[in-house]
């Protein structure tokens, strides 16, 4: 799947632009907070239809504008067209796939396919559990939509159990365990299994960056919660707890994607280069799940990857993620000399929000 055209008006500090990516992609280069990560935030915006830094949608808008507008026009995937318009006064939000308006964004999500690594994704290595939850539950639901339908189930009916235990109302919060089982056993059970199915990509892709001691990657969970059949046992024994809390403290919104490297929990003792080329390999394993569930090449979209990496997984890296025939390729460094000399692509200058070839 690749961007052929992207238009985007009114985008943070980027000038309106209509511009045609190579199909190999493109190197962005440019000073600080010249506008790189803006347009590496406008080519993802219109998969999730959300920043990638997490901004609500009227920060991502120009400052004293009236919103934004961003299309990408794709070749070799379902839809041709995706396009998004975000109405500051209402704060609305219109989506359209080839021109059809959709009501929901959950019918949109993953239209446009691509996979993005910032500097802040060091913190799915060396961060809280949350991060790595996240990663989980985004991955897992442009891979398939049957995750999403189940992980918004799950969501639902655990805010009205808490909502319920907050009240100390300890029945009515017994009468959303069925729907919270149900749907909690789907998002559980394909956590843990692509966990297991991932591991061993997980290793190549960290040894192929460099990492010379082994790596392992495993879902910590309690794993009867995998089965709804195991989930009545499990409320009834935590139900004291919950009750003390005012919260549902078991299930997957508490497991935890834990990753060791020569047998140590790379959270607490890795270096930087090692917590940052775990966390560039996890976007490489995502990479390829989304390719084997949706049968075509997403995007990559890497701002600034190659900071904080030594020469060596520099030069790694760089033969891992270009020159793939079927992949474009994003990637911003502030200098032409902080590119690996493998980088051999299209070059493009952002300067005050403006691109120049």
């Not at 962005?28 to 993802?44: D, F, H, P, R, S």
């Not at 909502?163 to 998002?187: D, H, I, K, M, Y």
């Not at 195991?230 to 809390?245: F, K, N, S, T």
């Not at 799940?289 to 190659?306: M, N, Q, Y």
Request: net charge neutral.
């Amino acid at each position: 799947m690749r961007l052929c055209r992207l238009v985007a008006r009114g985008f943070r500090n980027l000038d309106d632009l209509e511009c045609e990516p190579p199909p190999e992609g493109v190197a962005l280069l440019g000073a600080n907070a010249q506008g790189k990560t803006n347009l590496l935030e406008a080519v993802y915006y219109p998969v999730l239809f959300r920043s990638l830094r997490g901004a609500a949608d009227q920060d991502v808008a120009r400052f004293g504008g009236i919103g934004f507008q961003v299309e990408v026009h794709l070749e070799g995937g379902p839809a041709r067209e995706v396009a998004v318009t975000y109405h500051a006064a209402g704060k609305r939000k219109q989506i359209a796939i080839d021109g059809e308006e959709l009501a929901r964004i959950a019918d949109a999500v993953g239209a446009w396919l691509a996979v993005a690594f910032l500097p802040a994704d060091v913190d799915l290595a060396a961060g809280p559990a949350a991060n790595r939850r996240q990663y989980l539950d985004r991955m897992l639901s442009l891979a398939d939509r049957s995750y999403l339908r189940a992980l918004v189930r799950y969501r639902a009916a655990l805010a009205q159990r808490n909502s319920a235990l907050r009240q100390g109302e300890a029945t009515l919060a017994g009468a959303f365990n069925v729907p919270l089982a149900a749907a909690g056993a789907e998002v559980a059970g394909r956590r843990e299994r692509w966990a297991r199915e991932s591991a061993e990509i997980f290793a190549a892709e960290l040894d192929c960056i460099g990492e010379q001691a082994p790596a392992t990657l495993r879902y910590r969970s309690n794993p009867d919660l995998a089965d709804p059949m195991g989930w009545p046992e499990a409320l009834d024994a935590a139900l004291p707890r919950d009750r003390a809390r005012g919260m549902t403290t078991i299930g997957p919104h508490r497991d935890d994607l834990v990753i060791e490297i020569g047998g140590r929990h790379l959270r607490g003792v890795g270096s930087t280069g090692q917590q940052r080329s775990a966390a560039v390999a996890l976007k490489l394993v995502e990479l390829v799940s989304l390719r084997s569930a949706r049968g075509t090449e997403p995007a990559l979209i890497l701002d600034d990857v190659f900071a904080e990496l030594d020469r060596d997984r520099q030069r790694r890296l760089a033969a891992r993620v270009l020159g793939h025939k079927d992949r474009q390729v994003f990637l911003t460094a502030p200098r032409r000399d902080e590119l690996p000399p493998e980088a051999g692509m299209p070059v493009w200058n952002l300067e005050s929000g403006r691109v120049s070839r």
